[in-house]
Nanobody, 113 residues
């Protein structure tokens, strides 16, 4: 049974930082590219970052230079370091593959003063 468990979200002021974690189980994690998605109220879920097992990364234009995705295949865990956060980054963040497998519960990130 595939399961993703996201954590690390919270309330942060603009300009602040957060590090999200996502633990995966039930899949052969090391052979798959992994993705961070986010969904804001009234918007569709969208990819913000991805990383292959070889270290190739991609980022949405809106987060380039501020977010960094990394992974620890031994722990089947993917991370998202988010710096210089903006109110527009407020969303529920999820990790998954692409196309996605069953979704985890996500972790809420709120950027507000």
């Amino acid at each position: 049974q595939v399961q993703f468990v996201e954590s690390g979200g919270g309330l942060v002021q603009p300009g602040g930082s957060l590090r999200l974690s996502c633990a995966a189980s039930g899949i052969n994690f090391s052979i798959r590219p992994v993705y961070w998605y986010r969904q804001s109220p009234g918007k569709q879920r969208a990819v913000v970052a991805s990383r292959t097992g070889y270290g190739l990364t991609t980022y949405a234009d809106s987060v380039k230079g501020r977010f960094s995705i990394s992974r620890d295949d031994a722990k089947a865990t993917v991370y998202l370091q988010m710096n210089n956060l903006e109110p527009e980054d407020t969303a529920v963040y999820y990790c998954n593959t692409r196309p996605p497998l069953p979704w985890g519960q996500g972790t809420q990130v709120t950027v507000s003063s």
